[in-house]
C-alpha cells in the first residue's frame, strides 16, 4: 500500500540542508573574520622591530660634570646605551665613543664624534702636537675639530654632537654631562645622520 504523502501530485516537505548551508556559512565567514585579527596583531608583533629606530639623536649621560677637568684638554669618553638589533635587547653596551672638552672657568662643553668621517676608524687625541688625528689615514684636527688641511683624506670637519649639563637631582645638586649621541655616514663632505 502506497503512502499517500508520498504521492506524486503531493508537495515534497523542505529539507532541512539550506538552513544549514547557511549556517555553515556563517561559522565559515565569522570564524574567518574572527581569525584575521590575531593574525594581524601577529604580523605587528613580528614586525615591530624592523621599524624601530636604534639610539640615533637621542639624548645619553656621558658623565658627571666634575669627571671633565676645565683645563681645555679634549677627554675621550665612552657612551654607554641599551643596544637593540632586531628582536634583541642588550642593556648598557658601549655604541660609541665623543671627545669632551671644557674650557678653564667655562661650564659649557664642547663635543665631537670620535669616529672619523673618512673611514670611520677611532680619532685620537695627540697631547705633543695638541691636536686629534686618525691612525688609519693621517687625517688630523685642531681643537675645536676642523681639518687641519684642506687636502686632509677626511671630507669633512669632525662631527660635532649637541652637549648640555644637567643638574642631577635637586637634593645632591650634581651636575650631569649629556649628550646627543649620533652617528654619521661616512666618506661625504655632508654631515647626514645614519638611520
Not at 15 to 28: D, E, G, I, K
Not at 46 to 73: E, K, M, S, Y
Not at 110 to 117: G, K, Q, V, Y
Not at 154 to 165: G, K, N
Request: aromatic fraction near 10%; proline fraction near 8%.
Amino acid at each position: 500500500m502506497e503512502n499517500p504523502k508520498l504521492s506524486a501530485g503531493a508537495p515534497a516537505e523542505p529539507t532541512s540542508a539550506c538552513p544549514n548551508r547557511r549556517r555553515s556559512f556563517l561559522a565559515v565567514f565569522l570564524g574567518g573574520i574572527l581569525g584575521v585579527f590575531p593574525l594581524l596583531t601577529g604580523l605587528v608583533v613580528f614586525f615591530d622591530p624592523l621599524r624601530r629606530r636604534g639610539n640615533q639623536g637621542n639624548w645619553i649621560r656621558i658623565a658627571t660634570l666634575d669627571a671633565l677637568p676645565d683645563d681645555g684638554i679634549p677627554r675621550q669618553f665612552e657612551v654607554i646605551a641599551d643596544k637593540q638589533d632586531a628582536w634583541n635587547k642588550y642593556l648598557n653596551q658601549p655604541i660609541g665613543a665623543v671627545y669632551l672638552v671644557r674650557q678653564p672657568g667655562a661650564e659649557k662643553v664642547s663635543a665631537f664624534n670620535a669616529t672619523c668621517p673618512h673611514a670611520g676608524c677611532f680619532i685620537g687625541y695627540q697631547s705633543q702636537q695638541k691636536h686629534f688625528a686618525c691612525p688609519c689615514h693621517k687625517s688630523t684636527f685642531d681643537l675645536a675639530g676642523v681639518r687641519l688641511s684642506k687636502r686632509s683624506p677626511s671630507p669633512r670637519d669632525m662631527d660635532s654632537l649637541e652637549a648640555e649639563v644637567r643638574v642631577a637631582d635637586s637634593q645632591s645638586g650634581g651636575k650631569e654631562l649629556w649628550v646627543k649621541y649620533t652617528d654619521f655616514r661616512i666618506a661625504i663632505e655632508e654631515k647626514i645622520p645614519k638611520v
